[in-house]
């Protein structure tokens, strides 16, 4: 089956400094990746939608300057929060679209100081 | 914009019973995709189900099936003879087109009585 990974599973960072979050399409090429945050106990919110070679598109409300989406091949999507604040600490998703049918990664969950 | 709607904050069934998990939708589209994800508590992400809307016939995966009322923009999921390990977060979805972004409900957690 589709996997996708995510690294780091955990992170834990000063507020202030950027966090770098990769999101990895294992055994298959995703032209499309989509960025989620979670908050505790409830539903997934879309952050952006990231297709490879071309810029993000931020959801309303999102800061695109604070959350940097950069999907450099078929493969890959990183999603970097720059100076992150203590409210950035949630639990990020990302998944991979092939086909018709999207692949979720495991989660980072981000805690900033 | 679509919407997606789960009533059911939370639902609990014994040990191989049936429980049906409730969600409903508004879209003004013809082409578009429903599904079910489990979260369980290591919050990995798993599809249960897909329905396209294209399709009368309700799909099934072994003990987890939905009733599809495309009328009534309802998109229940059944799960027959639960199981323990079916315990976790249930969401519904709708996927505009087939290769759009995921609206995810609010989600329903379904605990499994021993």
């Known amino acids: 089956g589709a996997v996708v990974s995510q690294h780091p599973s955990r992170v834990i960072c000063k507020s202030g400094t950027s966090v770098k979050i990769e999101c990895r399409s294992l055994?298959?090429?995703?032209?499309?990746m989509f960025w989620y945050r979670q908050f505790p106990k409830q539903s997934l919110m879309l952050m952006a939608t990231?297709?490879?070679?071309?810029?993000?598109?931020?959801e309303q409300g999102v800061e695109k300057d604070k959350f940097l989406i950069n999907h450099a091949s078929l493969t890959l999507s990183t999603l970097t929060v720059t100076s992150a604040h203590p409210e950035d600490s949630s639990f990020y998703i990302c998944?991979?679209?092939?086909?018709?049918?999207?692949?979720f990664g495991p989660g980072t969950r981000l805690t900033v100081t | 914009a679509q919407t997606v709607t789960q009533s059911q904050p939370e639902m609990s069934v014994q040990e191989a019973e049936t429980v049906t998990l409730s969600c409903t939708y508004d879209?003004?589209?013809?082409?578009?995709?429903l599904f079910w994800y489990k979260q369980p508590p290591s919050r990995q992400m798993i599809l249960v189900i897909r329905?396209?809307?294209?399709?009368?016939q309700n799909a099934t995966e072994n003990r987890f099936s939905v009733n599809f009322q495309k009328a009534a923009k309802s998109f229940s999921l059944k799960i027959s003879d639960s199981q323990l390990g079916d315990a976790a977060m249930y969401f519904c979805?709708?996927?505009?087109?087939?290769?759009?972004?995921?609206?995810f409900g609010k989600g329903t957690k379904l605990t499994v009585n021993p």
């Open positions: 998944s991979a679209q092939t086909g018709y049918e999207q692949y």
């Open positions: 055994d298959f090429q995703a032209t499309t």
């Open positions: 990231s297709n490879e070679g071309s810029k993000a598109t931020y």
């Open positions: 879209t003004s589209e013809s082409d578009y995709y």
């Open positions: 329905q396209e809307a294209y399709k009368q």
């Open positions: 979805a709708y996927q505009r087109g087939g290769s759009e972004k995921l609206v």
